[in-house]
């Protein structure tokens, strides 16, 4: 595999990190602490990203993983706990991995899996398990869910040792019930794990993942970013013409509410009479009772003095946001994100209507 693909480097990082940050809509993780562990993947070894298409349709793609609240307060976790979590599935299984992928879009998310890969010697395959942030294990889930007696098996660890809260965990069972318990693991490590889950062939992944959505993350960064060296403006305009998006709303953040419960944040917010609500990630944007767009459509927010994306977990009231949105059709996305069995669950949360809005 030497040789092939992009060589990931700190430039190339900085775009997946501005470009993963967008598309995680609101969640997806902190571009900061994806930074941190990236950057030593970057600097350890001859990283390359490389297309499904490279490798053999019999191979096994491993995905890495976050999960947890973003603004959970007690989160801990250091690179050796993500490379453990490949490690557990080692130790537990019988299969050899010929790359690693992500399961989303974030700050956070586009990265998972470069520390892992590195570390192997193996290489990130431009295939994450879904193109955007999304808040369950089940949606990134790559539609293993319906396969009838599908077994999975996940791995996950996090937590301070010095507070008691550390958890090293294996599960094998169905897609939802491990999901589950992952979930549950992540409130006990005091809010977020490291996870290497759902080994599937790269055949298997080319049917079901958000195939070139890493290289789609970093080309949006580098639009983004180009426009930033002007000004905010400027990147805001080279982003929605790059997504081909619009912006919904330019103003303060007001209204603004936030609470960690069962493992995610859930909230509210308004900008210029622009109402939002989100579950992690945004899940609808509405002004004067229109619907302006609805999850998987991307919804997200950007500082509108210093031009850095704001997820959900850095929204506070009185900063001066655009808010952006980009039709869901324009966007990487995975055949989970068009399920309305899985849409229920953000449904039930946020308690507005998310899927018959799917095919407008």
Same mark, same amino acid.
């Given at each position: 595999?030497?040789?092939?693909?992009?060589?990931?480097?700190?430039?190339?990082?900085?775009?997946?990190?501005?470009?993963?940050?967008?598309?995680?809509?609101?969640?997806?993780?902190?571009?900061?602490?994806?930074?941190?562990?990236?950057?030593?993947?970057?600097?350890?070894?001859?990283?390359?990203?490389?297309?499904?298409?490279?490798?053999?349709?019999?191979?096994?793609?491993?995905?890495?993983?976050?999960?947890?609240?973003?603004?959970?307060?007690?989160?801990?976790?250091?690179?050796?706990?993500?490379?453990?979590?490949?490690?557990?599935l080692q130790k537990n299984c019988d299969f050899h991995i010929g790359g690693i992928?992500?399961?989303?879009?974030?700050?956070?998310?586009?990265?998972?899996?470069?520390?892992?890969?590195?570390?192997?010697?193996?290489?990130?395959?431009?295939?994450?398990?879904?193109?955007?942030?999304?808040?369950?294990?089940?949606?990134?889930?790559?539609?293993?869910?319906?396969?009838?007696?599908?077994?999975?098996?996940?791995?996950?660890?996090?937590?301070?040792?010095?507070?008691?809260?550390?958890?090293?965990?294996?599960?094998?069972?169905?897609?939802?019930?491990?999901?589950?318990?992952?979930?549950?693991?992540?409130?006990?490590?005091?809010?977020?794990?490291?996870?290497?889950?759902?080994?599937?062939?790269?055949?298997?992944?080319?049917?079901?993942?958000? +195939? !070139? #959505?890493?290289?789609? @993350?970093?080309? $949006?960064? /580098?639009? *983004?970013?180009?426009?930033?060296?002007?000004?905010? %403006?400027?990147?805001?305009?080279?982003?929605?013409?790059? +997504? !081909? #998006?619009?912006?919904? @709303?330019?103003? $303060?953040? /007001?209204? *603004?509410?936030?609470?960690?419960?069962?493992?995610? %944040?859930?909230?509210?917010?308004?900008?210029?009479?622009?109402?939002?609500?989100?579950?992690?990630?945004?899940? $609808?944007?509405?002004?004067?009772?229109?619907?302006?767009?609805?999850?998987? %459509?991307?919804?997200?927010?950007?500082?509108?003095?210093?031009?850095?994306?704001?997820?959900?977990?850095?929204m506070e009231e009185g900063l001066d946001v655009y808010v952006i949105a980009a039709?869901?059709?324009?966007?990487?996305?995975?055949?989970?994100?068009?399920?309305?069995?899985?849409?229920?669950?953000?449904?039930?949360?946020?308690?507005?209507d998310i899927i018959s809005y799917l095919d407008k």
């Open positions: 595999m030497k040789n092939k693909g992009i060589r990931l480097t700190k430039e190339i990082l900085d775009a997946a990190l501005a470009g993963g940050t967008i598309l995680g809509g609101g969640g997806g993780g902190d571009p900061k602490k994806g930074r941190k562990y990236a950057e030593i993947a970057v600097e350890y070894t001859d990283l390359r990203l490389i297309s499904a298409d490279d490798l053999d349709d019999s191979d096994t793609l491993l995905t890495a993983s976050l999960v947890g609240a973003p603004n959970a307060e007690n989160q801990f976790m250091t690179p050796r706990d993500i490379a453990k979590t490949v490690e557990i992928i992500t399961n989303e879009q974030g700050g956070e998310a586009t990265v998972n899996g470069w520390l892992q890969a590195a570390i192997l010697g193996l290489p990130v395959v431009d295939a994450p398990c879904n193109g955007r942030a999304h808040p369950t294990g089940v949606m990134g889930s790559m539609n293993l869910h319906k396969i009838k007696d599908y077994t999975t098996v996940q791995a996950c660890v996090g937590g301070n040792p010095d507070t008691g809260n550390h958890v090293e965990c294996f599960f094998e069972g169905s897609i939802e019930h491990t999901s589950k318990m992952v979930r549950l693991a992540s409130i006990e490590a005091g809010g977020l794990v490291a996870v290497a889950r759902n080994p599937v062939t790269v055949s298997y992944a080319k049917e079901n993942c958000a +195939l !070139g #959505g890493v290289s789609f @993350a970093i080309e $949006t960064g /580098k639009a *983004f970013l180009k426009g930033l060296e002007t000004s905010v %403006d400027e990147a805001v305009k080279e982003l929605c013409a790059f +997504l !081909g #998006g619009r912006v919904l @709303a330019k103003g $303060t953040v /007001k209204d *603004f509410s936030i609470e960690t419960t069962g493992g995610f %944040d859930v909230g509210y917010a308004t900008v210029d009479g622009c109402e939002l609500t989100f579950w992690n990630e945004y899940a $609808t944007a509405e002004k004067n009772g229109e619907r302006l767009a609805t999850f998987p %459509d991307l919804i997200m927010t950007i500082n509108a003095r210093t031009g850095e994306p704001v997820t959900t977990a850095m039709d869901k059709k324009n966007l990487k996305l995975s055949p989970t994100m068009y399920a309305p069995e899985l849409l229920k669950a953000t449904e039930d949360v946020i308690k507005k």
